[in-house]
């Protein structure tokens, strides 16, 4: 059985993301195809978020990348990181130490892989950091592209973030309008519009927003 590096170098491609082509990761292109190899040896898996640029971590990379003062010289946490692109970002715009956190051992290999492949320091966290606040958790910037994807991850990750802003921490958001999102604690950033798979999106751009949690 391959290793986690080794599986998302072999089921993935390195390539410029869409709307940050300074940035490359390593990208599948065909989402159920990837999910079913990630369950071969019969244990069930997450979804493969760790093989796609996302709209709100595509918005937030970009965001960050071009007002590197949000970041510059200041420690940062990319919760539910993915593909780790948004601490890469971050990482690029002079942040440090850039934590890339998730609780899918292949998003963690995954973010590592693609930290490598852009040439910055990032370290990937395999944790559920949301019930702490200690460590990882207290850094001064806290970024979370695309998590308010449904009911039960809005109420554990909202709680996390309102508490690191209660500390002052500057708590960034990137979201194309999920279901969950509550806007009524956000105030707007910026908005992009940002190209998306249709096979994940089933259009090939959405209008994202960055947010700041108040």
Do not use: K
């Not at 071969?40 to 979804?47: A, N, S």
């Not at 998730?102 to 990032?122: F, K, Q, R, T, Y």
């Not at 109420?155 to 708590?171: E, N």
């Amino acid at each position: 059985m391959l290793s986690s590096p080794d599986f998302v170098r072999t089921h993935t491609r390195l390539a410029p993301v869409p709307f940050v082509p300074e940035l490359v990761l390593h990208q599948a292109d065909e989402p159920i195809e990837l999910w079913e190899r990630t369950e071969e040896g019969g244990v069930q898996q997450p979804p493969p978020f760790w093989a796609f640029a996302w709209a709100g971590g595509q918005a937030l990379a970009r965001h960050v990348l071009d007002r590197p003062a949000l970041v510059g010289g200041r420690s940062v946490l990319d919760l539910a990181t993915g593909s780790g692109l948004v601490a890469i970002a971050a990482a690029r715009a002079g942040a440090g130490p850039v934590a890339a956190n998730d609780i899918d051992p292949l998003s963690v290999a995954a973010a590592a892989v693609n930290a490598a492949a852009n040439g910055v320091a990032v370290d990937p966290v395999e944790a559920d950091l949301l019930d702490t606040e200690d460590g990882y958790a207290l850094a001064d910037v806290i970024l979370a592209g695309d998590v308010f994807y449904s009911r039960t991850m809005a109420a554990r990750f909202l709680p996390f973030l309102r508490r690191a802003a209660a500390r002052g921490a500057l708590v960034l958001v990137g979201d194309p309008g999920r279901a969950y999102l509550p806007t009524e604690a956000l105030t707007r950033c910026a908005t992009y519009d940002v190209p998306v798979p249709a096979e994940l999106e089933t259009v090939t751009v959405r209008h994202t927003t960055v947010w700041q949690l108040r």
